[in-house]
T-cell receptor, first 114, second 114 residues
Framework: AQSVTQLDSQVPVFEEAPVELRCNYS??????LFWYVQYPNQGLQLLLK??????LVKGINGFEAEFNKSQTSFHLRKPSVHISDTAEYFC????????????FGTGTKLQVIP | EAQVTQNPRYLITVTGKKLTVTCSQN?????MSWYRQDPGLGLRQIYY?????VTDKGDVPEGYKVSRKEKRNFPLILESPSPNQTSLYFC???WGTGRVTEAFFGQGTRLTVV
């Protein structure tokens, strides 16, 4: 079965430090990759997406991610985090060839410490 | 403004009392789906719809029903709710076949079944 793995359920990081949130997916077929952010008591918002083209994609709020096909990874990075980045982050994959089912990882809670 | 609207945002009900959570989108999207979010499990798909009158089961469909009589609406029905259906529910929409894009999410419905 296709799956998405976010190994870190919680990541504490000091303000202005860099952060990387890891995401790996199971399939080697063509994929479309997304990162969503969920602030407390809110729905999910798109942070960034990879559909095709450059493997380094930039999103909102200074986040970026790199698609690595050989390692089946799509790690999210930010060079300097702010308190306002405290939220839960979900990696998501749409596998090509079928209907548009989105498979989500289990989420990573980013806690930015002042 | 492009949006997915869910109602209600919060709902407390008793076991066995039928309820409906509504979902409406104004983007003319073909594809709509329902997810439930539980701690440590991420988002799991309940049902999806590829277009009007076309629906199918997701990963956790037991105890739920859906209908898609109009393109914009995709209600979730719990005919006999049970406590294990206490969860946070999200409706989402996206374009559909032939065009992979990000999903747009509603604000969520927090359901408690006592």
């Amino acid at each position: 079965a296709q799956s998405v793995t976010q190994l870190d359920s919680q990541v504490p990081v000091f303000e202005e430090a860099p952060v990387e949130l890891r995401c790996n997916y199971s399939s080697s077929v063509s994929v479309y990759l997304f990162w969503y952010v969920q602030y407390p008591n809110q729905g999910l918002q798109l942070l960034l997406k990879y559909l095709s083209g450059s493997t380094l994609v930039k999103g909102i709020n200074g986040f970026e991610a790199e698609f690595n096909k050989s390692q089946t990874s799509f790690h999210l990075r930010k060079p300097s985090v702010h308190i306002s980045d405290t939220a839960e982050y979900f990696c998501a994959v749409v596998y090509s060839g079928g209907y548009q089912k989105v498979t989500f990882g289990t989420g990573t809670k980013l806690q930015v410490i002042p | 403004e492009a949006q997915v609207t869910q109602n209600p945002r919060y709902l407390i009900t008793v076991t066995g009392k039928k309820l409906t959570v509504t979902c409406s989108q104004n983007m003319n999207h073909e594809y709509m789906s329902w997810y439930r979010q539980d701690p440590g499990l991420g988002l799991r798909q309940i049902y999806y719809s590829m277009n009007v009158e076309v629906t199918d089961k997701g990963d956790v469909p037991e105890g739920y029903k859906v209908s898609r009589k109009e393109k914009r609406n995709f209600p979730l029905i719990l005919e006999s709710p049970s406590p294990n259906q206490t969860s946070l529910y999200f409706c989402a929409s996206s374009w559909g076949t032939g065009r992979v894009t990000e999903a747009f999410f509603g604000q969520g419905t927090r359901l408690t079944v006592v």
